[in-house]
Each structure stands twice: as structure tokens, then as C-alpha cells.
């Protein structure tokens, strides 16, 4: 329904409430009045808004609120009442022209607290707030109240910002004990077809407020203190609802202070229970502590551990017997491949869980005999002496010739006293009197290996995994040999099981690794290096090789991401080398494509190069050069910086932010650039210049004069540098100085016509003209086409006397254009007028004019009338005298030219009229009048006659 029509009807149902009397009459005062309160109203529909959204506001307190603004006889009370409708706004996909949804204010208070987004600051505004005439009629007056509804906030189910919304509210108005009270009765879409009356309302002041008022305009004054009283009215009840608000935020505190202190009573007390061991009481006790407070995370947390408690206590006991006869396995799988050391810890603790168990005290017993005895034998071998530890062994081999234990033991006496093939033989004797020793296999296989028998090595690590399948170490190990052994399947398979037994040894990932990507099998290579990285993430080699690949597939951001954790992790200098030739082939592109004016892939590779290496600041450097060529000079200033921070001696990029600040006019950190440039390279003769130009712009003219001395001492053989100087001191008025700095410009450029030019303007100004003229006339020798040395020179002449001279100067300036062209016309002018030659002064006069309008004044009228009648051109004058007339129509000159003007044109009777007018100025006498030549044409008009015989 069309908003407009929706408030009709509204205003008919305001018609039809109750049975209240015919509404009485209303004065301009009234409805100013009830204006000024729709209008703040709508103000604190606005507050009312930020106070919902703000997220520090507690639910109580916002509950609190949104009751009280449509609560009749509240304080906050803003609506009429609880029924009032509005139009939903708050889904931000709604589209203007669709059929709004209906919802009473109440529930849409609700809706914008559950979903708009909270936010410490206030992020509802309403703009352009206007007030329509007040309608009356009706059993109430009532106006429209436009505004612009802006939400600076989102809403919680969709992710998209909110548009600028036109609303307009409907505000009626009651009276109560004499005053206007005015509430919403409805907010709608505003209808564009159905724009807001606006009307101001003349206010009738009392007569005790009248003699209050000195200003005459009384009315403006009446409204000035009623807006003041009702601002007075809007600040207490600001101060109100702040005080309500402080109030409620300290009883609600109040209540949870005192729930928080029930509940830790019920949580000591099952504190209590708990360390008793009764898990009943305790879960009752921490329950009650949870339904007292709710948000309480403590008693929750302690609820759990007694779920927990109960929990391990009922299944400690099955666990226990489980754990006892999984470690009674393996202490026997242990002894049986001679794994003494291994096998004494797994049945020590089964002893510790079962202390009564007679087969486990046996089985520790008889390891604990057999280890005493072979440490006996072994003392020489801890102290070092491994050929004595050699004879203790082959002494008690005499005695127990096939005792494997003994054999292995010499065998390792063998292997420290670096005789390996002894240790072999005895690892080989060892297996022969038991098969199962997995020791011995390991040994010799190693040994084996070490003297480059691998097939034999090989059979050993398997025959020694078949005895330990759990071994991690043993099949990385034989992934190692198989490698050598060209077997890279049989490396990957042992590699596998090594990390299904030790899924976090990042080494392992990073060996499998190695060998897909030798086989170029890059996901499962990937794959690999990313689990090793997972792990330890210290791992520098392998986050190196996942850059690669990155790399090779052209992931350059990732690729760049990894190279910087290797290096962080400490990556070895010879594979960063490697990782700074990759960014510099991309910086060669980068330059190549530069070079060739391929700004996009220029721009793309020095973007790799940089991701490769973020430190590379080269990099940064050439990528703003291509931000700048492409136009992007704000882009270029962050590369040129990030380059700095990389390096903070390169003056390069110092200097080149410098210009790049200079080209946006920001002179002042052009400056700062320029200065730290040559703080680190003080030959940098670009510098120099450029710091000159900046602190030039700044008015800075005296250091800009400094810093080109500077750049003569690294160059003095550089005209437009003692140019730019000699600008300078002419900016400064120094035209002595001036002079010397240009003609240093021209010493090293002899043909240099803006020296000349600028030479012959500083001689002007210390009065020595002729020396003026020969500069200006060197200029123009050199450069033909120079309309401001010609004009320069023109004024040098006229101030030499020299007019005649001047004349054809003006002429070749003015055909050459020189600026500003009317002011070079009107000097051409006066020209004519010093040679006495009033027709060229007029015509000069006329083309300035007509360039610029500003020009235009009454001395200039006359002076272009008289030069008219001087050069007899009576029309010309005619029109320059009328002019005259028009900004002056009683000034005698002026009526006395026309006058002369008109007579020499035929027209006698007005010339004698204007000539009337300017003797009776008094100006003039009659006899002037009978002897001017120029009005000799009226000697025999009677009138004239008449006028001057009189």
C-alpha cells in the first residue's frame, strides 16, 4: 500500500477513537510548538535506536527501554502505544517499491535488538530531518516528519551493508494541561510522489515576553527561547535516562554478585565431597551451583571432572589387569629376541601394577642374574679399555663357548676397538647359537653396510625388523640402504612404516618426501614436505622444498611464504642462495619487460621477485618505478618505502620518493627525502637540484638558493641550475644577485634567451634601462619567438622616453601573444598617447577592452572619448562619452566631449543641451566654449549663439 495512503488511513482511525471532543481551535504558536517537539521526538527516536544497539548495554536494561518508549505516562515514552505500526526496514535486501511487512513497534524494537550488529559506538543516524505543516481537521493535529534512516551497521543473517533509507513518521499531538504532548503513531516509507509541506509558523509573542525583547525582530527572539527551554528539557531528560541506566547496570550487578556467591558455597561443598570420594554429593552440589548460575563455566568445568572421576574410577580396575598382561607380553617378547634392558622395564612395571605375581618376580630375577654378569664382564669396556674388555669376554667364552650373549658383547667390544670384521664374525657366531637375536642382525647389518656389502645388509635389517615390526629407526634405516640400492619403491614402503609407528617424526615425512619429489611425483612430495612442516614447523629444509614446488607450479605467493619460514628457521646460506637467484631471474624479467614497455608484466614479475624475497629491495625499488610509469603514484610511494625499511642507506630510493612527493605537491616530506639522500650520499648532484625546487615551493628561498650553491660545487657547469638561482633571487628581490647568477647562466650558454630575458627584467628593476633594452634585444636574437622580451623591451624604452621605439614592440608582442594581451594593449596605448598619436592609442584601447571587461572604468572612457575627438573619429568618440555618461551622467567632462562628439555629427541641438550641462558645473566658461575649435561647427547655431553671448 502506498505510504502515504497507510497514514490516511491511520489518521481515519485516530478519527474514530474514543468519543473525544471536536478538536479545538489551534493558534501559530501551537503549531510552531508541536512542530519543534515532532521534530526533537524524532531525535529521541534516534537515541532510542543507538541506546538498543550499544553493546554496553545489559538485555535488562535495553528490555527496560523498549518498554518504556511506548508505556503511556514513561518518561522514555516516544510511542503512542504498543500497537503502533512500522513499516520494516531492517532487512537490508528489502528494495524501495516492494510491499513492506507490518510490524507493531514492540515486536520491531525486538527485532533490531536480536539482529542488528551491537557496537560500543553509535552507528544509527538520522540526516535531513523536516517537519510538515501541521494538519488539523481531525480529532488531532498531527504532522509528517521526514528523515533519512542511515545504519552504519549490519545484520546478523546477512552480509551486506545497509542503504541510506527515506522514512517518514507519522507524530500526533495531544494537549494536556495547556501543553502539547506528541507521540508516534506510525513510521512508514517515505513516497516520493507525496513530498512533505513544509511551513514556518509566525509566532504572536505575549506581551511579558515583548518587553523582554530588545531586538525588533521579536518573532526570531520568541523561537530562540523556546528552543532554548525545550533544549534545557532535552538535557534533563538526557540526564535521566543516563541516571536510570547507571541504576539498572548497578542492580543488575548487585543480583550477580550475589548469585556468584551462592553458587561458590555449593561448589566449596562439593569441593568437599568430592576429596571424600563421594561423586554423588559432589555432582548434586556442583548441579546446584550450575541452576543457581547458569554462565557459571566454573561449576560446569567441575561437573565434568566428576563425570570424569566416576568414569575412571569404574574402569580402573579392567584397565589395570589389561595393562598388566600387555606388558607381561612384551617383557617375554623382549627376552626372546635378548633385549634385556627393554625387556627388565616392561616387567618391572607389571611388578609395580601386580607386586604378588610369582612368574613375573621369576622372569625379573633371572634377567636381573644374567645382566649382573655381563655388567661384571663389561667394566673394562665402560672404563674405556675395549682390548681388555675383549680378553674378559674371550676368558668366559672358554667356559660357555655358545653363549650368544657373550659373543655380542665381544663383538661390541670389537666394533669400538675398530675392528670391525672381528665383530662380524661374532655377530655371525652369536646368530648361529640363537637365531632370534635381533641386536645381532642389526649390528652386523650396519657393519655390513659400512664396508659396502648392501644385499648382505639389507637381509640383515629385514631379518632384524622380522623380530621388531615396531622399530621406526631400523626402517628408516633400511630406507637409507634401499635407496643406495636403487630400490626407491622398497624406500617409500619402509619409509611409510617408519611413520606408522612414529606418525610425528618430521624427519621422516621430509626423507619421503625427498625421494617423490626425485621421482617427480609432486602431489605426494607436497603432501609430505606439508605434514613435516605440520610437525615442526622448525624444520627449514622442508618448508624449502615446498616452496619449490610451489614455486615450479607457479604458486608464487605460497611459494613466498615458505621461503620466509625457511629462512626464519634457519635455512642453510647455499639453498637461500638458491632462493635469491629465483627472485633475481624474476627481477630480470621484470627489467627486460620494463625496458620494453610491458608495464603489466613488469609489474607482475617484480610482484614474484618480491614474494620470493620480501627483503629484496631492488625489487621494491623497480616495481615503483612501474607504479609511477603507470600512473600510480600513491602505489609507487608504498614500494619506495617498503624498499627504506629494507634498506635504510638506499638513497636511491630516498631520492626518487622525493620527486615522486614533489609531483603531488607534498614539497614538505619531498623535502625530508630529499635531505636523507644526501644525508647518506651528499655527491648525489639530482638531489641537490631537486631539493632546491622543492624548498623553492615552500617559499623557502634562501636554502633553495643553498642547496643550488651545493650543486655548483659538484657541477659548475650547469646553466639552468644558475638559472633557476637567479629565479630565485628575483623572487627574493636580490636583483643584484640576480644578475650575477645569470650571467653565469649565460656564461656557460651564450645562446641561453631566458638569461638574457630574465638579466634585461633585474636591470630594469635597479633603473638601468638601457642596459634592459640591449638584454632583451639578446634574447630575442636568440629566440625570435619571445613576445614577453619584445614587451619587456617596450617597457624599458617607454622608460627611457623612448616611445617611438617602444610602439613596435607592443605590436610584435601583442601579435606573439604575450600575457595578460590586454594589459599589453592598454601599455601600447599610452604609447601612442606620449608620440601624439590619438587614433593607433584609440584603437589599442578598444582591442583591450575587449579582452578584458575589468578594465572598463570611467577614466578610461574619457580617455578613449578624447583620443576620438583628437583623431576626429566623432562616432568613436560619441560611444566612449555615452559610456562615460552611463557611470557618470553628471560629470562635466564627460558631457562636454559628447558634446563636442555630437556637434561635429550634425546632431547641434543635444550638443548645445550637454554643453548647457557642463557650463552649469562651472568647469567650463563660455568663452572656452567660443574658442574650441572643435565646436566651431555651432558658431552659427543661434543656440550657441545664444549660450556662450548670454
Given at each position: ?5 497507510r ?9 474514530m477513537?474514543g468519543?473525544a471532543p ?14 519543534s517537539?515532532?521534530?526533537?521526538l ?5 537515541q532510542?535506536y543507538n ?9 535488562s536494561?535495553?528490555?527496560?527501554i523498549?518498554k518504556?518508549?511506548?508505556?503511556k ?6 510511542f503512542?502505544?504498543?500497537?503502533v505500526?512500522?513499516?520494516n526496514d ?14 507493531e513497534?514492540?515486536r ?10 551491537k557496537?560500543?559506538?553509535?552507528t ?5 530531518v ?7 481537521g481531525g ?11 542511515v545504519?552504519?551497521?549490519?545484520h546478523k543473517?546477512?552480509?551486506q551493508?545497509?542503504?541510506t533509507v ?6 500526533r499531538?495531544?494537549?494536556l ?6 507521540h508516534?503513531?506510525a513510521?512508514v516509507f517515505?513516497?516520493?510522489d507525496?513530498?512533505i509541506q513544509e511551513e ?7 506581551p ?5 525583547l ?5 518573532t526570531v ?5 523556546m528552543q ?5 528539557q ?6 535521566l535516562?543516563?541516571?536510570f541506566?547507571?541504576?539498572?547496570r ?5 543480583e550477580e554478585?550475589e ?9 566449596q ?21 550450575k541452576a543457581?548460575?547458569p554462565?557459571d563455566?566454573e561449576?560446569?568445568i567441575?561437573?565434568?571432572q566428576?563425570l570424569?572421576?566416576?568414569a575412571?574410577?569404574?574402569l580402573?580396575?579392567?584397565q589395570a589387569?589389561d595393562?598388566?598382561?600387555d ?5 617375554d617378547?623382549?627376552y626372546?629376541i635378548?633385549d634385556y634392558?627393554?625387556?627388565l622395564?616392561y616387567?618391572r ?10 612368574s613375573?618376580?621369576?622372569r625379573l630375577r ?5 645382566d649382573i654378569?655381563l655388567?661384571?664382564?663389561?667394566a673394562s669396556?665402560r672404563q674405556?679399555?675395549?682390548n681388555?674388555?675383549v680378553?674378559d669376554f674371550?676368558?668366559?667364552l672358554k ?7 657373550l ?8 666394533e ?6 672381528k665383530a ?7 646368530l648361529e647359537?640363537?637365531?632370534e637375536y635381533?641386536f645381532?642382525?642389526l649390528q652386523r647389518?650396519i ?5 659396502g ?15 621388531r615390526?615396531t622399530?621406526?629407526d631400523l ?9 643406495r640400492?636403487?630400490?626407491t ?5 619402509d619409509y611409510?612404516m617408519?611413520?606408522q ?12 618426501g625427498?625421494i617423490y619429489?626425485?621421482?617427480n611425483?609432486?602431489?605426494e612430495?607436497?603432501d ?5 612442516v605440520?610437525v615442526n614447523?622448525g624444520?627449514?629444509d ?19 611464504g ?5 629462512k626464519?628457521?634457519?635455512?642453510e646460506a ?7 637467484r629465483?627472485a633475481f631471474?624474476?627481477?630480470?624479467a621484470a627489467q627486460?619487460a ?11 614479475s617484480?610482484t614474484?621477485?618480491i614474494t ?6 631492488e625489487?621494491w ?6 607504479q ?6 600513491y602505489?609507487a610511494l ?13 638513497f636511491?630510493?630516498f631520492h ?8 603531488l605537491?607534498?614539497h614538505e ?5 630529499f635531505?636523507?639522500?644526501l644525508a647518506?650520499?651528499?655527491?648525489l648532484l639530482p638531489?641537490h637540484?631537486?631539493l632546491?625546487q ?5 617559499g623557502e628561498?634562501?636554502?633553495?638558493h643553498?642547496a643550488?650553491e651545493?650543486a ?10 644558475y638559472?633557476?638561482?637567479?629565479l630565485?633571487q628575483?623572487?627574493l628581490?636580490?636583483y643584484?644577485l640576480a ?5 653565469r647562466?649565460?656564461?656557460e650558454?651564450k645562446?641561453?634567451?631566458m638569461a638574457?630575458y630574465?638579466?634585461g627584467?633585474?636591470y630594469?628593476?635597479?633603473k638601468?634601462f638601457?642596459?634592459a ?9 636568440y629566440?625570435s619567438?619571445?613576445?614577453?622580451a619584445?614587451l ?5 624604452q617607454?622608460?627611457?622616453?623612448r616611445?617611438k621605439?617602444a ?8 601579435r606573439q601573444r604575450?600575457e595578460?594581451l590586454?594589459?599589453?594593449y592598454m ?12 587614433g593607433p592609442a584609440?584603437?589599442?584601447w578598444e582591442?583591450a577592452?575587449?579582452l ?5 572604468n570611467l ?14 573619429a566623432?562616432a568613436?568618440?560619441?560611444t566612449w562619452f555615452?559610456?562615460a555618461q552611463s ?9 562636454y ?6 556637434a561635429?555629427q550634425?546632431q547641434s541641438?543635444?550638443?548645445v ?19 574650441d575649435?572643435r565646436l566651431k ?10 549660450l556662450?553671448?548670454a
Amino acid at each position: 500500500m502506498n505510504p502515504l495512503l497507510r497514514i490516511c488511513c491511520f489518521l481515519l482511525f485516530l478519527t474514530m477513537l474514543g468519543q473525544a471532543p471536536a478538536q479545538e481551535e489551534i493558534t501559530n504558536r501551537d503549531k510552531a510548538d508541536i512542530s519543534s517537539r515532532a521534530s526533537m521526538l524524532v531525535r529521541e527516536l534516534e537515541q532510542l535506536y543507538n541506546f538498543i544497539t550499544n553493546s554496553d548495554m545489559f538485555d535488562s536494561e535495553i528490555e527496560t527501554i523498549i518498554k518504556g518508549s511506548f508505556t503511556k505516562g514513561s518518561s522514555n515514552q516516544i510511542f503512542y502505544d504498543r500497537e503502533v505500526i512500522v513499516e520494516n526496514d531492517l532487512d537490508p535486501a528489502f528494495k524501495p517499491g516492494a510491499t513492506p511487512v507490518d510490524l507493531e513497534v514492540w515486536r520491531y524494537l525486538k527485532e533490531l535488538d536480536l539482529n542488528y550488529t551491537k557496537s560500543e559506538d553509535f552507528t544509527v543516524h538520522f540526516e535531513n530531518v523536516k517537519v510538515s505543516r501541521v494538519y488539523e481537521g481531525g480529532t488531532y493535529p498531527f504532522v509528517q516528519v521526514y528523515f533519512e534512516r542511515v545504519f552504519e551497521g549490519k545484520h546478523k543473517q546477512y552480509n551486506q551493508p545497509y542503504a541510506t533509507v527515506p522514512r517518514v513518521a507519522l507524530v500526533r499531538a495531544d494537549r494536556l494541561d495547556k501543553q502539547w504532548e506528541v507521540h508516534i503513531a506510525a513510521i512508514v516509507f517515505f513516497d516520493p510522489d507525496q513530498p512533505i509541506q513544509e511551513e514556518t509558523y509566525e509566532v504572536e509573542l505575549p506581551p511579558e515576553l515583548e518587553s523582554m525583547l530588545v531586538d525588533s525582530n521579536s518573532t526570531v527572539a520568541a523561537r530562540l527561547q523556546m528552543q532554548q527551554e525545550w533544549e534545557r528539557q532535552q538535557e534533563a531528560q538526557r540526564k535521566l535516562m543516563n541516571e536510570f541506566k547507571e541504576d539498572m547496570r548497578r542492580l543488575v550487578e548487585k543480583e550477580e554478585e550475589e548469585k556468584r556467591a551462592v553458587s561458590q558455597r555449593f561448589i566449596q561443598q562439593g569441593d568437599a565431597a568430592l576429596a571424600e570420594g563421594d561423586f554423588e554429593s559432589a555432582l548434586a552440589a556442583y548441579r546446584e551451583a550450575k541452576a543457581i548460575n547458569p554462565y557459571d563455566t566454573e561449576a560446569f568445568i567441575k561437573i565434568r571432572q566428576v563425570l570424569d572421576a566416576k568414569a575412571t574410577d569404574s574402569l580402573r580396575l579392567a584397565q589395570a589387569e589389561d595393562r598388566f598382561q600387555d606388558l607381561l607380553k612384551r617383557g617375554d617378547f623382549a627376552y626372546r629376541i635378548r633385549d634385556y634392558e627393554q625387556a627388565l622395564g616392561y616387567y618391572r612395571e607389571a611388578e609395580a601394577l601386580r607386586p604378588q605375581v610369582d612368574s613375573v618376580v621369576e622372569r625379573l630375577r633371572e634377567i636381573e642374574r644374567v645382566d649382573i654378569k655381563l655388567k661384571e664382564l663389561a667394566a673394562s669396556y665402560r672404563q674405556g679399555d675395549y682390548n681388555g674388555a675383549v680378553r674378559d669376554f674371550s676368558r668366559a667364552l672358554k667356559d660357555d663357548p655358545n653363549n650368544p650373549d657373550l659373543l655380542v658383547w665381544r663383538a661390541r667390544c670389537y666394533e669400538m676397538a675398530g675392528k670391525a670384521s672381528k665383530a662380524a664374525d661374532d655377530y655371525s657366531e652369536a646368530l648361529e647359537a640363537y637365531d632370534e637375536y635381533h641386536f645381532a642382525y642389526l649390528q652386523r647389518g650396519i657393519i655390513r653396510e659400512a664396508e659396502g656389502d648392501l644385499i648382505p645388509a639389507e637381509a640383515d635389517y629385514s631379518r632384524a625388523l622380522s623380530l621388531r615390526r615396531t622399530d621406526p629407526d631400523l626402517y628408516a634405516r633400511r630406507a637409507r640402504l634401499r635407496l643406495r640400492l636403487k630400490n626407491t619403491a622398497g624406500a617409500i614402503a619402509d619409509y611409510s612404516m617408519a611413520i606408522q609407528q612414529r606418525p610425528t617424526d618430521a624427519d621422516l615425512y621430509y626423507a619421503r618426501g625427498l625421494i617423490y619429489r626425485d621421482l617427480n611425483k609432486w602431489d605426494e612430495a607436497l603432501d609430505d614436505f606439508s605434514s613435516a612442516v605440520s610437525v615442526n614447523p622448525g624444520l627449514a629444509d622442508a618448508w624449502y622444498e615446498r616452496g619449490l614446488i610451489y614455486h615450479r607450479r607457479g604458486a608464487i605467493p605460497e611459494a613466498g611464504g615458505d621461503f620466509a619460514k625457511a629462512k626464519a628457521a634457519g635455512l642453510e646460506a647455499n639453498k637461500w642462495s638458491e632462493v635469491e637467484r629465483l627472485a633475481f631471474d624474476e627481477y630480470e624479467a621484470a627489467q627486460k619487460a620494463m625496458n620494453e614497455g610491458d608495464l603489466p608484466t613488469a609489474m607482475r614479475s617484480y610482484t614474484r621477485a618480491i614474494t620470493l624475497r620480501p627483503g629484496y629491495y631492488e625489487a621494491w625499488y623497480g616495481r615503483a618505478e612501474t607504479q609511477a610509469a603507470s600512473g600510480n603514484r600513491y602505489g609507487a610511494l608504498e614500494d619506495l618505502t617498503e624498499a627504506i625499511e629494507q634498506n635504510n642507506q638506499y638513497f636511491q630510493a630516498f631520492h626518487r620518493r622525493g620527486e615522486i612527493q614533489a609531483s603531488l605537491n607534498h614539497h614538505e616530506a619531498a623535502v625530508e627525502d630529499f635531505r636523507a639522500a644526501l644525508a647518506i650520499n651528499g655527491q648525489l648532484l639530482p638531489a641537490h637540484l631537486a631539493l632546491a625546487q622543492s624548498l623553492t615551493a615552500l617559499g623557502e628561498l634562501k636554502e633553495a638558493h643553498l642547496a643550488y650553491e651545493k650543486a655548483w660545487v659538484l657541477n659548475d657547469e650547469m646553466p639552468q641550475t644558475y638559472y633557476a638561482a637567479g629565479l630565485l633571487q628575483m623572487r627574493l628581490r636580490a636583483y643584484s644577485l640576480a644578475v650575477l647568477d645569470f650571467e653565469r647562466a649565460i656564461k656557460e650558454d651564450k645562446t641561453m634567451a631566458m638569461a638574457y630575458y630574465q638579466r634585461g627584467l633585474a636591470y630594469h628593476e635597479l633603473k638601468q634601462f638601457n642596459t634592459a633594452v640591449k638584454d632583451q634585444s639578446k634574447a630575442i636574437q636568440y629566440q625570435s619567438t619571445y613576445p614577453e622580451a619584445y614587451l619587456a623591451r617596450a617597457r624599458a624604452q617607454v622608460a627611457l622616453g623612448r616611445a617611438k621605439k617602444a610602439t613596435p614592440d607592443y605590436a610584435i608582442a601583442i601579435r606573439q601573444r604575450a600575457e595578460p594581451l590586454s594589459q599589453v594593449y592598454m601599455e601600447k596605448a599610452q604609447a601612442h598617447v606620449a608620440l601624439e598619436e590619438p587614433g593607433p592609442a584609440l584603437e589599442a584601447w578598444e582591442q583591450a577592452i575587449q579582452l578584458a571587461d575589468s578594465l572598463k572604468n570611467l577614466d578610461l572612457y574619457l580617455k578613449m572619448g578624447n583620443a576620438g575627438l583628437d583623431a576626429e573619429a566623432w562616432a568613436k568618440a560619441q560611444t566612449w562619452f555615452e559610456a562615460a555618461q552611463s557611470l557618470a551622467p553628471e560629470e562635466p567632462s564627460g558631457l562636454y566631449g559628447l558634446a563636442c562628439a555630437l556637434a561635429n555629427q550634425g546632431q547641434s541641438e543635444p550638443a548645445v543641451a550637454f554643453l548647457e550641462q557642463a557650463l552649469a558645473s562651472g568647469k567650463y566658461t563660455k568663452d572656452q566654449l567660443w574658442k574650441d575649435k572643435r565646436l566651431k561647427v555651432l558658431k552659427k547655431f543661434p543656440p550657441f549663439k545664444s549660450l556662450v553671448k548670454a
